[in-house]
Structure formats: structure tokens, C-alpha cells
Nanobody
């Protein structure tokens, strides 16, 4: 019903920057919270940052001051500006959106993107 397409991953040296984007499409009446998660090899998926529909943000302690999450509600898009990247930021990054598909729906569906690889070399 809803597709999330992520772009922007890649290989970057430590100290560098990358910007991830995520575009939502499909049967969407309203998108509530959106977030970026990441999963490194052998580790559990963890929240990186989240943002409400009104723009309130939340960050993992490990990325505070380095990453900035933003969204464009009109474009149904989510962004993650990543600065001062460290090797420990290496992971597959996933976009998540909590969506109300039609106006009469009283619950959210949670959707995930396919993931984009971010690799930070030392």
C-alpha cells in the first residue's frame, strides 16, 4: 500500500557528510511520525532519529549534534543530514513511516524502506 524509497547512502571518509532522503508514495491519507533507524552487522536495529508531523525531533545520544532530521510534509519526504561521520556510524539505514492510509482508518500502519548502506572509512 505504501512504498518508502531511500536514497543517498554511500562510502565516505571519517569526518565527512552524507544526506539521506526517503520518499513515500501509495495509499496515504496522513503520515504521522517518521524516523531513521540503522542496523550494523551483528547488532539490533536502533533508532537514529525521529520526527513528528509537527516537526518535533528526537535523536539517539550517539548522533546528537552531528545528525539533523527533517521532513517535507507536502512532498511526503524525510531527510537525514549526517555530519562528522564516524566509522561507528557504518550501518544500513532504514526509513520508517507511521501512516494512516484512508480517512476512516483509526490506526497507524508502520512501513519500512528497503534500506541504504552507509559506510564510513577511517
Amino acid at each position: 500500500q505504501v512504498q518508502l524509497v531511500e536514497l543517498g547512502g554511500g562510502l565516505v571518509q571519517a569526518g565527512g557528510s552524507l544526506t539521506l532522503s526517503c520518499a513515500a508514495s501509495g495509499i496515504i491519507f496522513e503520515i504521522n511520525d517518521m524516523g531513521w533507524y540503522r542496523q550494523a552487522p551483528g547488532k539490533q536495529r536502533e533508532l537514529v532519529a525521529s520526527i513528528t508531523s509537527s516537526g518535533n525531533t528526537n535523536y539517539a545520544d550517539s548522533v546528537k549534534g552531528r545528525f539533523t532530521i527533517s521532513r517535507d510534509n507536502a512532498k511526503r519526504s524525510l531527510y537525514l543530514q549526517m555530519n562528522s561521520l564516524k566509522p561507528g556510524d557504518t550501518a544500513v539505514y532504514y526509513c520508517n513511516a507511521r501512516v494512516i492510509n484512508v480517512a476512516s482508518q483509526r490506526y497507524e500502519n508502520s512501513y519500512w524502506g528497503q534500506g541504504t548502506q552507509v559506510t564510513v572509512s577511517s
